[in-house]
């Protein structure tokens, strides 16, 4: 089955305590990209990759940090999570070719919270 | 900048009666528009998408929306609601490549729609 893939869905850490989301996909897509959920605030980008060893930032990358080594993974790294940072986490992707007219395939999200 | 608009939080429609999410769009160019929907605790599903050609788009579970480009509005619609249609339903246009754009989605803030049975 074609799926984007976050793990865990659910995590509870501590200020400062460096922590690492990972995302994985099957579809061999180029585009990847993360985004934060917060109310009020909607979906914000976070970081994209528009292919291996290609990272940028998006509207919020403060405070995160991402690495695309292989096509299928897109690990968001949290290296010195802050409570501003609790919120609901979302990995996606596409194809590249023709990416403005691509839709974004979505993980289940991860629900993070920083005490 | 581009931008999405969903101006109501909430529409809340008897089963089996129609249903309309409401959406407009500021954009450069030709848009390229979205409908995404989030049931609780799940990610968000893509339902349909306009590029370009037919003003009707049908997509996933009996949906469709309407492009207006005199209106410039996207409005997701259903004949007949299901109390299952019920969740959070985002608009979206896709950002424009190059010239330092990102290839994000542009959401709207997002409408619940409640179906009550």
């Known amino acids: 089955e074609a799926q984007v893939t976050q793990n865990p869905r659910y995590l509870i850490t501590v200020t400062g305590k460096k922590l690492t989301v990972t995302c994985s996909q099957n579809m061999n897509h180029e585009y990847m990209s993360w985004y934060r959920q917060d109310p009020g605030l909607g979906l914000r980008q976070i970081y994209y990759?528009?292919?291996?060893?290609?990272?940028d930032k998006g509207d919020v990358p403060e405070g995160y940090k991402v690495s695309r080594k292989e096509k299928r993974n897109f690990p968001l790294i949290l290296e010195s999570p802050s409570p501003n940072q609790t919120s609901l986490y979302f990995c996606?992707?596409?194809?590249?070719?023709?990416?403005?007219?691509?839709?974004?395939?979505f993980g289940n999200g991860t629900r993070l919270t920083v005490t | 900048a581009q931008s999405v608009a969903q101006p109501e939080d909430q529409v809340n429609v008897a089963e089996g009666n129609p249903l309309t999410v409401k959406c407009t769009y500021s954009?450069?160019?030709?848009?390229?528009l979205f409908w995404y929907v989030q049931y609780p605790n799940r990610g968000l599903q893509f339902l349909l998408k306009?590029?370009?050609?037919?003003?009707l788009v049908k997509g996933s579970y009996g949906f469709e929306a309407e492009f207006n480009k005199s209106q410039t509005s996207f409005h997701l619609k259903k004949p007949s609601a299901l109390v299952s249609d019920s969740a959070l339903y985002f608009c979206?246009?896709?950002?424009?490549?190059?010239?330092?754009?990102?290839?994000?989605?542009?959401f709207g803030q997002g409408t619940t729609l409640q179906v009550k049975p």
């Open positions: 306009y590029i370009t050609g037919d003003n």
């Open positions: 990759s528009m292919n291996v060893e290609v990272t």
């Open positions: 954009v450069s160019g030709n848009p390229y």
């Open positions: 979206a246009v896709r950002d424009r490549i190059g010239s330092g754009n990102t290839g994000k989605l542009i």
């Open positions: 996606a992707s596409s194809l590249n070719q023709r990416l403005e007219n691509s839709p974004l395939h």
